[in-house]
C-alpha cells in the first residue's frame, strides 16, 4: 500500500506531519501529487479551535485542507485526465481511520476524477484560491449585486472583485487598518464612517456572529443580507429594525461546479485577478509555524504550503 506524508489535525489545537496509509477508493480513481495546498482561516480555523459546529464526518484525528492544486500521476482511461495534467482537488477521504475533513493537505492523494478540475498552467499556484473565488461568486450570485461587502479578508475581496467583473461598484466594511488597503476600483471604509443607510444587499464576509442588527442599520427598504461567513455561534437581531425595513436575510451554502467554472472564465478572461491574496508561502515541513501564522497575523491573508519536496 503507497504511503502519503498529510497535515494531520490529531485533537483540537494539535497539529503533526505523519505519514499515512493511501486508501485508493474503490472504481476508478486517480492518484496526484499534490503542488499546493492553502490554510483557510475560516473552517480550519474552527478545526483546529475545536469550534466547528456538529458536521457530517466530523471527529479527529483528520486531515485538513479542501484548496489545493496537484498533478495527475494516474488517471483512468476515459476519464479525461492524463499524466501530468494540473488540478484542482476539493479535498478528499483517503486516509483510512484518518478522517479526511476536507482532505487537502497532503503529498498524494487517491480520489474519483470526477472531482477533479483541470486547471491552466498558468494558474499555479493561484489555483488554492479557486474554492474561495467559487464561494464568493455563489455569495454574488443568490441575489442582486452587493453594494456593501463586510469583511475586507480574502473571500470578501474576492466577493468584491466578482462584483465590480459582473458590473457592480461595492463599498467593503473594515474595521482593522491593516486589512484596509489592497482595493482596486472600489472603497474599504471603517463601519462607523459610513453613513449611508439604504444599502439594497449586503454581504457578511466576516463571519461576525453579531452582525446582523448592524446591517440592519444600513439596509434599504426591502434590502436583503447575504451571509457569506461560517458561523460558529448562533445569530440574532433585534426584530422592530428588520421588520420596519422588510429585511430578508439569505444564506449562502458551499459552491456548486457551476460556481467553480465561471470562476475559472473570469480568470482566463482577465476580469478577475487574484494577485495580492497569496501573502505567505512555506514548504510543507514547516506546517505547524505556518497554520500559527495563517491563524493568528493578521498580515497573512492567504498562506500557502509547497509540496513539492515530497514527490
Not at 498524494?108 to 494558474?123: D, V, W, Y
Request: proline share 6%; glycine share 10%.
Amino acid at each position: 500500500m503507497t504511503n502519503t506524508t498529510a497535515v494531520v489535525f490529531t485533537s483540537p489545537g494539535h497539529l503533526a506531519l505523519q505519514s499515512l496509509p493511501l486508501v485508493q477508493p474503490d472504481g476508478p480513481h486517480a492518484i496526484v501529487d499534490v503542488n499546493f495546498s492553502g490554510i483557510s482561516t475560516g473552517t480550519e480555523r474552527l478545526l483546529w479551535t475545536g469550534d466547528m459546529p456538529a458536521f457530517p464526518g466530523m471527529g479527529y484525528p483528520l486531515v485538513p485542507g479542501y484548496e489545493t492544486v496537484a498533478r495527475v500521476a494516474t488517471a483512468p482511461p476515459n476519464s479525461g485526465l492524463a499524466e501530468g495534467d494540473l488540478v484542482y482537488v476539493p479535498g478528499a477521504n483517503c486516509y483510512g481511520a484518518v478522517r479526511g475533513l476536507f482532505g487537502g493537505a497532503a503529498s498524494r492523494i487517491a480520489i474519483h476524477p470526477a472531482k477533479l478540475t483541470k486547471i491552466n498552467e498558468q494558474m499555479g499556484e493561484n489555483g488554492t484560491l479557486l474554492a474561495l473565488a467559487a464561494t464568493a461568486h455563489h455569495a454574488v450570485a443568490l441575489g442582486k449585486l452587493p453594494e456593501l461587502i463586510i469583511g475586507h479578508g480574502v473571500v470578501g475581496r474576492l466577493i468584491a472583485r466578482i462584483t465590480m467583473a459582473l458590473g457592480g461598484t461595492p463599498t467593503v466594511w473594515e474595521t482593522n487598518p491593516q486589512r484596509q488597503s489592497g482595493a482596486t476600483g472600489y472603497t474599504v471604509i471603517d463601519p462607523a464612517a459610513d453613513t449611508r443607510k439604504d444599502y439594497a444587499c449586503i454581504v457578511d464576509a466576516s463571519g461576525d456572529t453579531n452582525i446582523l442588527d448592524r446591517c440592519m442599520s444600513h439596509l434599504a427598504k426591502r434590502g436583503e443580507v447575504i451571509l457569506a461567513g461560517f458561523y460558529s455561534a448562533p445569530l440574532h437581531f433585534i426584530f422592530p429594525p428588520a421588520f420596519m425595513r422588510e429585511a430578508s436575510i439569505r444564506i449562502a451554502a458551499q459552491w456548486e461546479p457551476k460556481d467553480l467554472q465561471i470562476a475559472l472564465e473570469l480568470f482566463a478572461n482577465g476580469k478577475l485577478s487574484f494577485d495580492g491574496l497569496i501573502t505567505h508561502r512555506t514548504t510543507a515541513d514547516n506546517a505547524a509555524t505556518a497554520y500559527e501564522t495563517a491563524f493568528n497575523n493578521i498580515e497573512c491573508l492567504k498562506m500557502v504550503l509547497d509540496w513539492r519536496s515530497f514527490q
